[in-house]
């Protein structure tokens, strides 16, 4: 176990319909960094929140957004659902930005029908 | 895109045999980690092996690293049933163009142990 929480546990949408995805941080850590993991693949970095300002961002579109709130837990928001969002979404949290190694949360089933 | 790709994609043993795989990548990098991932849940860190490293142990566990190739491997010794997982390795390359706190992730070996 990490101490990295990740709510919910499994989710279905609707393509079009918009997700938020939630993720608490292990104690201390002030830096939480989102992947996507499709079916066989390895995780893909989408973004990077540190002290409450996003801080890095992988090749994912602006309908992923996130937010870090000042207990340094996080949101992932997805809007306009597509069929490719459907996917493993982790969440990883680290002592500081350039903390070289990220404790990973279970991760969010998201499935969209 | 996926900077690491591991080597082999399936690997099938018995238990107390040795797991070896491997892992290439594009660019340079500051350090590479490996990862293990139990049925689709969260990953699990391993170990990491820094650019001026060549070789690390932790446990069962040896990873060597070869800059000049862009290569690493990881050696799981004595096998057992419990590790039964996938193993990804993921470079951190923030300080050659790489957004801070972007770990790059391999496709993943999957290691059955059978017992």
């Known amino acids: 176990e990490t101490g990295v929480t990740q709510s919910p546990t499994h989710l279905i949408k609707t393509r079009g319909q918009q997700v938020t995805l939630r993720c608490s941080s292990q104690s201390g850590h002030n830096t939480v960094s989102w992947y996507q993991q499709a079916l066989g693949q390895g995780p893909q970095f989408i973004f990077q929140y540190y002290r409450e300002e996003e801080n890095g961002r992988g090749n994912f579109p602006p309908r992923f957004s996130g937010l870090q709130f000042p207990n340094y837990s996080s949101e992932l928001n997805v809007n306009a659902l597509e069929l490719d969002d459907s996917a493993l979404y982790l969440c990883?949290?680290?002592?500081?930005?350039?903390?070289?190694?990220?404790?990973f949360g279970p991760g969010t089933r998201l499935t969209v029908t | 895109s996926q900077q690491g790709e591991e080597d082999p994609q399936a690997l099938s043993i018995q238990e107390g045999e040795n797991a070896t795989m491997n892992c290439s990548y594009k660019?340079?990098?500051?350090?590479l980690q490996w990862y293990r991932q139990n049925s689709g849940r969260g990953l699990v860190h391993l170990i990491l092996?820094?650019?001026?490293?060549r070789e690390k142990h932790s446990g069962r566990l040896r990873v060597t690293l070869d800059t000049s190739k862009k290569s690493s491997s990881l050696l799981i010794t004595a096998s057992r049933a419990a590790d039964t997982a996938s193993y990804f390795c993921a470079t951190d390359a923030w300080n050659y163009g790489g957004s801070q706190g972007n770990l790059i992730f391999g496709k993943g070996t999957k290691l059955s142990v059978k017992p």
């Open positions: 092996i820094r650019s001026n490293e």
């Open positions: 660019t340079s990098i500051n350090n």
């Open positions: 990883a949290s680290s002592l500081e930005r350039l903390e070289r190694e990220q404790y």
